[in-house]
């Protein structure tokens, strides 16, 4: 594809096209895109529209958009490369000049494509992307700068995050060798422009904005470890970030009461580096802290509650949590005086819900439950606040509970005089208690340990029972009431825990989506509570409110806002696993119907993620619950399933593909009878190429073809080519070959040998390639493991010859370069006895192996057998080899979520035939034996050695064997 004015143009309309309110249009757009980026220069042709000023902005705003999600597919070499590299050197020659003097809208995702390229390429492969960079920062021009800096932060943020790692320091290392002296200097040149310009507003946002990404990338670098340049320049630093906390400049301020100023960003920034360095660096920081204890906590008592402070606030109480949390510094928070100025001055304020979280709870309800109880509120003051009172409890619990109790009496005090006007209080109270009494938690049980100085159940039964029943309660009272019952579900007697499911079941039909919403996922997440001091809830506990429970669910379900509330999907997943085959049949009936209502109503716009993924795990947990045992069952859910998914695959929803293709796996793996002419007519369609582009397809479309095979092989037969054409380019794939072994093993296990015949040797050319140009531990433990199934199935000697038509000797190879080699690394209980097995078939059935062919290899073989069964699973990798077994692919595509409840079991091929495989080694060498008298034990005294000929031994005595002939 050239780049000239026609194609340019072309390129122009169908992005432009891509824009169209008209979805068939943005369809075909889409997919006539989708057909030419491979073709040679079209991410080069796709920069070129993106720089062309004469073109409309929009279309160059999404030709860049374009380019960065089409980065996000095709950039990452995984098997063939979908890009040429003539374009990929290019790409990055162009791209940063093009980024840095592109408009604001274009930079910002051309700075996102070149953090892609250079997540894979940087530095061993774009070396050069740092050196450009330091030298576009030397420019002066700020908007050059400041689009360096936004690249440079959005590429070093990852090391936040990323697994340590010998390849992740030396990569820092390099980084901070080139860009580290730079970015302090432009600190140092900024800062002093700043004070030169302190009254130009127009120069101050340009300056102050390049401090908030210096202070950002300061954070990155120095996250994994303190890098010896920081260290040996803090002076460079941390006195200048000290005044910046303190400045105050009415010209970065403002007017909004929630728009974050830049000098808040930046003090934020600070308060977030500073924590840093006091929980990891303590000892390096120390000379500094004391300065900044003065400094946040001055800032702290001066900062008003306008929510544009509140991230700052946060950070502010994050570094005084950080320094609480060392032992060293104790003695700072333990005088009685400091405790109260503390609890007064900064918890308590901090504590209390606000106007702005009101309106929060009022107008956007689900964003207030994810800020309150699933912990997305970790940047908010309540969130900060609380974890300082859990990390002051560490250092004096009796000194601060006792303060608390204080407040609390005049908050319930005060909300007991006037419950109407004086709610706040109730909540405030709620909300302190939680945070004093959690001492550890964990995400199945809430709290684990809780604070011995507060009686829970006492301030259940005073405080918060009568809350669930107060029909006068405030919504938001009654929230944290419930709240408290989730938090403490596993401290507080188990009897008072069970006691509350009947009246939670009520609330679940609350017209408030909140209070339905928090009372639905306390119940959820009773039913999954099981420890030593609290039982798993059973069927019987909840029998009594069930039909209250589902009549409330649906109830909520019609509440505006809640039709696809994830919170009420999960208790009626939760219910129905947990009630398992005891719903009365028509019960199931009327649940099928209704959820496929509603799958009908949600393929629509498939919005709500986990709502989705709930149904369909109810689904799943519906027939499994009632087909298990049951197989005739299943012509019910089909009858109703059937029609839905068949629209959902006509209309190509894919955020549901992977979702039908797990539950028809399901429900195809539950039959007992001929499987029906409905799914035989849908087999073709499953093998069509398109499908398999979708990474989030590969996984259950793997599964549903293996049922397939289990179930029907001789229906299948005629589409081995197709199946194995899927297969080659499944194992072309480092992320996604054990797909391809898991097809191929399926086809070993099920299929007839005759048809499988004139397949074996082009497969094993197949597998040998890959292996030489591509070889990691994950495609040599499939490898062995496909290996070991083909002699246990179709025989040892057949797998010898087979290999060995390939290239004469090469079993040999494969014995001492693979199975040898690798057989410690084998894990997981089903392939260790699947290789065990065929390991067993190879030594004493393969009559090459105790001939002149290869009896050099038997003694080894056995050798590396037997310290298999003895010693643990080798789990070392080599240095250089990093891949992701199973990939969520960022783009257009959808990425696969496994169905807890229509999971498959591994089955083992070999049940019934080997219970033990190491009686059945014993018996298959003394089976050997008797056909080759004389001949093996010889071979075992020269050849096994240690530990290994007594273990051995011990296998034969296990088996009743006395010895080897």
């Known amino acids: 594809m050239e780049v000239n004015p026609n194609n340019l143009q072309a390129l122009s309309t169908y992005l432009q096209q891509t824009l169209d309110p008209n979805p068939q249009v943005r369809k075909e757009a889409e997919k006539f895109l989708a057909s030419v980026e491979r073709q040679k220069n079209f991410p080069i042709l796709c920069l070129n529209l993106v720089s062309l000023e004469s073109c409309d902005i929009n279309v160059r705003v999404a030709g860049s958009v374009y380019f960065k999600n089409m980065v996000k597919r095709l950039w990452k070499i995984d098997g063939e490369d979908k890009l040429h590299t003539e ?36 530095p061993e492969n774009w070396p050069n992307l740092i050196k450009g960079m330091v030298e576009k920062m030397q420019t002066k021009n700020f908007h050059v700068i400041n689009g360096v800096l936004q690249t440079a932060h959005s590429l070093f943020k990852r090391y936040r995050y990323e697994m340590r790692s010998d390849e992740l320091f030396t990569e820092i290392k390099f980084v901070i060798e080139n860009f580290g002296e730079a970015l302090t200097l432009l600190f140092e040149e900024t800062l ?135 032992p060293q510094y104790a003695d700072l928070f333990s005088n009685e005086d400091t405790l109260k100025n503390i609890c007064e001055k900064v918890l308590v304020p901090n504590m209390k819900l606000r106007e702005s979280d009101v309106e929060l709870f009022e107008d956007n309800p689900f964003q207030y439950i994810r800020a309150d109880v699933e912990g997305s509120d970790a940047e908010t003051r309540r969130r900060s606040a609380s974890d300082f009172v859990r990390a002051l409890c560490k250092v004096k619990e009796q000194s601060v509970s006792t303060i608390f109790s204080d407040y609390l009496g005049n908050l319930i005090g005060e909300y007991t005089k006037d419950p109407a006007n004086k709610w706040m209080d109730k909540e405030a109270a709620i909300y302190i208690v939680i945070s004093l009494a959690v001492k550890t938690k964990t995400e199945k049980h ?63 039909g609350d017209k408030n989506i909140v209070v339905h919403s928090y009372a639905a996922s306390a119940i959820e997440k009773i039913m999954i509570v099981k420890l030593p001091n609290f039982t798993a809830l059973s069927p019987g506990e909840v029998a009594p409110c069930f039909e209250v429970i589902l009549a409330n669910l649906f109830s909520s379900f019609s509440v505006d806002g809640s039709a696809e509330n994830e919170y009420l999907m999960k208790l009626l997943m939760r219910s129905v696993s947990l009630m398992k085959d005891q719903l009365p049949p028509p019960l199931v009936e009327n649940l099928i119907t209704a959820l496929t209502g509603k799958l009908g109503e949600i393929c629509k716009n498939p919005s709500k993620p986990h709502f989705n993924h709930y149904v369909f795990e109810t689904f799943s947990c519906l027939i499994r619950g009632t087909c298990i045992g049951k197989p005739e069952k299943i012509a019910g859910f089909e009858a109703v399933l059937f029609p839905a998914f068949q629209d959902i695959l006509q209309k ?54 293996q049922a397939y095979i289990e179930k029907n092989p001789d229906g299948v037969k005629d589409s081995v080519t197709s199946i194995l054409g899927i297969v080659q380019k499944l194992i072309a794939s480092r992320s996604n070959d054990h797909f391809g072994f898991y097809l191929l093993n ?116 056995l050798n590396a057998l037997v310290h298999m069964f003895e010693e643990g699973v080798d789990t070392s990798t080599p240095q250089d080899e990093h891949f992701i077994e199973i990939e969520d692919t960022p783009g257009y595509t959808t990425a696969f979520n496994q169905l807890v409840f229509a999971t498959k079991k591994p089955l083992d091929p070999f049940a019934g035939a080997v219970a033990n495989p190491k009686v059945h080694l014993a018996e298959s060498l003394k089976k050997a034996s008797v056909r080759y008298p004389g001949k093996l034990q010889p071979l075992i005294q020269s050849g096994v050695k240690g530990q290994a000929i007594n273990k051995l031994q011990e296998y034969l005595l296990s088996a009743n064997i006395a010895s080897l002939s």
Request: proline share 5%.
């Open 87 to 122: 374009d990929r050197n290019q790409v990055k020659t162009l791209i940063v000049d093009l980024m840095l003097n592109s408009p604001e809208s274009i930079q910002r995702q051309l700075s996102d494509s070149i953090t892609i390229i250079g997540a894979e390429d940087f």
């Open 192 to 326: 002093a422009l700043a004070e030169q310009h302190a009254a130009n507003v127009t120069a101050l946002k340009i300056i102050f904005n390049s401090l908030v990404t210096i202070a950002k990338c300061f954070y990155s670098l120095n996250y994994q470890d303190l890098p010896e340049f920081f260290e040996d320049n803090m002076a460079r630093w941390f006195p200048k970030f000290l005044p910046l906390l303190k400045l105050q400049n009415k010209l970065l301020h403002t007017d909004d009461a929630e728009e974050v100023g830049l000098l808040e960003m930046l003090k934020s920034q600070i308060c977030e580096n500073v924590a840093l360095y006091a929980q990891k660096y303590d000892e390096e920081f120390a000379p500094f802290l004391p300065g900044y204890v003065e400094t946040v906590w001055e800032l702290l008592l001066s900062t008003s509650q306008e929510v544009k402070y509140d991230l700052l606030v946060s950070n502010a109480i994050k570094f005084l949590t950080s320094v609480a949390e060392r």
């Open 446 to 508: 809430g709290a684990t340990t809780a604070n011995t100085f507060i009686s829970l159940s006492d301030f259940y039964q005073n405080q918060i029972c009568v809350e669930l029943t107060n029909p006068n309660c405030h919504p938001i009272v009654r929230s944290a009431a419930i709240k408290y019952i989730m938090t403490f579900r596993s401290t507080l007697p188990r009897e008072i825990t069970v006691s509350t499911i009947p009246l939670l079941a009520q609330l679940i």
């Open 652 to 705: 190509d929803v894919t955020e549901f593909i992977p979702y039908v293709f797990q539950v028809l796996s399901l429900m195809l793996e539950l039959q007992n009878r001929p499987i029906p002419a409905q799914y035989m007519a849908l087999f073709p369609f499953l093998l069509s190429p398109q499908l398999w582009e979708r990474p989030g397809s590969i996984p259950p479309l793997t599964r549903l073809i």
């Open 746 to 861: 399926t086809m070993l296990e099920h299929m007839d040998k005759a048809v499988l015949q004139t397949f074996l040797k082009s497969v094993f050319s197949l597998l040998f390639q890959r292996m030489q140009s591509s070889k990691t531990t994950k495609f040599m433990k499939n490898f062995i493991v496909f290996m070991s199934l083909f002699a246990g199935k179709i025989g040892a000697q057949a797998l010898i010859e087979t290999i060995d038509s390939i290239q004469q000797g090469l079993f040999g190879m494969v014995v001492e370069k693979i199975f040898v080699a690798e057989l410690q690394k084998i894990a997981g209980e089903t392939e260790r006895k699947i290789t065990a097995v065929g390991v067993t078939k190879i030594l004493t059935e393969g009559p090459a192996m105790l001939n002149d062919t290869y009896i050099s290899l038997w003694a080894g073989l």
